[in-house]
């Protein structure tokens, strides 16, 4: 019977200072699992988040829900569980958590299988997978497939089982070349694709097998030694020592079953680099460079380029991450003073839509970015894009929030900005409605401005802000302009009222144009 555990199901959610690259590439983090004990080598696929923990004493396997923010405990058996892994294979197969298990006084491997076409931990049923006399170790799983490291034949092999069809399969011999092959993986890279570090050369090289046609692939035989390879459905990644420290390189495939492949230099710093990632197009990775351990990541921008950019630089040591689709990746954190599971959503596009990628703002703390690049907003895909109602043409946007803790007036303006900026508020981005929670509700534009007077172009708003609410600021440029921008919050109405602003509202617009025209525009009528 499952058990449901709820120590660490609280999901705090903790914004990262934006990354300051071309992109806007920046990091939200949210604390996973942070007990009191030790949570380590984590892995992730879609919803499920996995690790070994060691709050009962020894090591068992315990599992997270994104979607249910639900904890569980997978497997506490007597004696260490431990290198759990999960993936989520085709639609088709079963999922299936495996971890490593000294249980019978040797290493073997235990899984926990949920049925094809569920995506509920509370469905699964554990199932042992190899408990061979000899030690199998470091396991893999892809959906329905597992592999792991057996030394049956008295050094290290590889070996699989694909559970198909409801009935109990036969190992399979991946690789039992000369020499140790270790530390394999599962992808989906043009075909199911077994990859791991082999030494048959005299020292570590790269390795791998298509399941389809069962034949080897040589993925890199460099000087010096190549480990801890990981896979996605672009290629493949591992860290390299080949330059006399610990690099990443990445080999991304060009043609059917990687027959062609393009190489690339992810990370070549003077410092160490280890333990990647890669699932999709974004390889992550554990750097020293800072003098402790942080998150790094490298974005494909094509087969052949990409762009590094940081994704957790916390106190204390971010190591292990794992990448998964959906821009979400897991990492081990020691920041509370002990090992910890934290996640971060990776906002690939900047802070170009209204969601939680916003870009928080702190009063009296001016942020400086940019809109070249970015994108327009849609509240509905099947309507155009939206625009500011005191704005022309401003389809290119950023979005920020701003999350008062008590109420009161608050000024944002964009005073020394690169461009003729247009500034608006709104109550939400889209949010469910209380009356009808299956429906959306359309964010309502609170506050707006163009010009704060006629000799700047600066915008500046005023609101009467409620503490504990979030209001989501748009930035936009005037007739589409985009380029650098300022922006600060101030508690406290503006000093000096917005001139353009004729009427009163809050906005300025074409209404204050027409008063501004009636009054001194028109003809004197005596």
């Not at 006084?105 to 509920?120: F, S, V």
């Not at 190489?263 to 990632?277: A, H, K």
């Not at 999709?280 to 750097?287: C, L």
């Not at 409620?466 to 109405?493: E, H």
């Amino acid at each position: 019977m499952l058990n449901q555990q709820f120590v660490c199901f609280v999901l705090v959610i903790l914004l990262a200072q934006p990354v300051s690259d071309a992109l806007g590439i920046h990091t939200i983090e949210k604390e996973i699992c942070t007990d009191l004990n030790s949570q380590i080598n984590p892995d992730y696929t879609m919803i499920f988040i996995v690790w070994q923990d060691n709050r009962n004493g020894d090591w068992d396997i315990y599992a997270y829900d994104m979607d249910k923010q639900t904890e569980y405990a997978i497997c506490t058996a007597e004696g260490n569980q431990t290198n759990p892994t999960i993936e989520y294979g085709l639609s088709i197969d079963d999922l299936i958590i495996a971890w490593q298990d000294d249980r019978n006084g040797n290493n073997d491997i235990y899984g926990y299988k949920i049925p094809r076409g569920e995506l509920a931990l509370e469905l699964g049923s554990e199932i042992a997978i190899c408990t061979d006399p000899c030690d199998q170790q470091n396991p893999a799983a892809w959906g329905s497939y597992v592999c792991w490291q057996d030394n049956r034949n008295g050094d290290w092999d590889i070996y699989g089982k694909i559970y198909e069809h409801g009935e109990e399969p036969n190992d399979l011999i991946i690789c039992d070349r000369e020499g140790d092959q270790v530390n394999a993986n599962i992808c989906h890279c043009m075909g199911i694709l077994f990859i791991w570090q082999d030494n048959r050369n005299g020292n570590w090289d790269i390795y791998g097998c298509h399941l389809e046609d069962q034949n080897e692939l040589t993925i890199c035989t460099e000087d010096g030694n190549q480990v801890n390879p990981s896979g996605g459905p672009y290629g493949f990644s591992w860290q390299d020592d080949r330059n006399g420290n610990n690099d990443i390189y990445a080999s991304f495939c060009t043609y059917v079953f990687c027959s062609e492949r393009f190489d690339v230099d992810v990370c070549t710093d003077s410092n160490s680099q280890m333990y990647p990632s890669n699932r999709q197009e974004i390889v992550a990775w554990q750097d020293n460079r800072n003098g402790d351990w942080d998150i790094y990541g490298y974005k494909m921008l094509n087969y052949y380029t990409g762009t590094e950019f940081v994704i957790s630089a916390g106190a204390g040591d971010q190591i292990k991450p794992v990448t998964d689709y959906y821009n979400w990746l897991v990492w081990q954190d020691n920041r509370n003073g002990n090992d910890d599971i934290y996640a971060g959503y990776l906002c690939l596009s900047g802070n170009d839509d209204c969601n939680e990628c916003a870009i928080e703002l702190f009063n009296d703390q001016p942020y400086f970015g940019s809109t070249e690049g970015m994108n327009p907003t849609y509240w509905d895909h099947d309507e155009p894009p939206i625009t500011s109602s005191c704005g022309f043409n401003d389809f290119i946007d950023v979005w920020h929030v701003y999350k008062p803790v008590t109420g009161g007036p608050i000024t944002i303006t964009t005073e020394g900005s690169a461009i003729d900026t247009i500034l608006s508020a709104f109550n939400s981005c889209y949010e469910d409605s209380p009356s009808a929670p299956d429906t959306q509700q359309e964010p309502i534009e609170l506050a707006c401005n163009d010009d704060y007077c006629l000799e700047n172009v600066g915008s500046k708003v005023t609101l009467d802000a409620v503490g504990g609410k979030s209001y989501y600021i748009r930035v936009s440029g005037f007739n589409d302009q985009s380029g650098d921008y300022k922006i600060v919050v101030k508690r406290g109405a503006a000093t000096d009222p917005i001139k353009s602003d004729l009427n009163g509202d809050g906005k300025v617009n074409w209404s204050d144009f027409a008063i501004f025209a009636s009054e001194w525009l028109m003809p004197d009528s005596q």
